[in-house]
């Protein structure tokens, strides 16, 4: 489970705090979103992410968009265990026109 809040926004840009097992007492992973871009990334993983280098095959077994990871070269992209669900959860909420204030994922 991991929690995520609307931490700040001004005319250019939203910034999201992200807590694995909604452990405030770490590190919490940032996630921005560039209003004139409309790019949406994971800027700092959380202390607790970990990250693994998944191939489109195993990305297309976990039924996942492969738009949403962070790609590190043709045959490889970047999955953040805590940190690509909740940018996932945050897209599609800015997709149905609005920021959420705060969320989880389970």
């Known amino acids: 489970m991991v929690t995520f809040v609307l931490h ?5 840009k ?3 705090f992200y807590y694995p097992e909604n452990d405030r007492h770490k590190g919490a992973g940032v996630i921005l979103y ?4 409309k790019k949406l990334d994971i800027n700092r993983y959380a202390d607790i ?4 280098r998944l191939t489109n095959e195993e990305i297309a077994e976990k039924h996942c968009d492969i738009t949403d990871f962070i790609e590190t070269s043709h045959k490889a992209k970047i999955y953040a265990f805590y940190g690509t669900p909740v940018l996932m959860e ?3 909420q800015i997709e149905l026109g609005s920021f959420p204030a705060e969320g989880k994922v389970v």
């Open 8 to 12: 700040s926004q001004d005319d250019n």
């Open 14 to 16: 939203v910034e999201f």
């Open 34 to 37: 560039n209003k004139n871009s």
């Open 49 to 52: 992410d970990w990250l693994e």
């Open 90 to 92: 945050i897209h599609k």
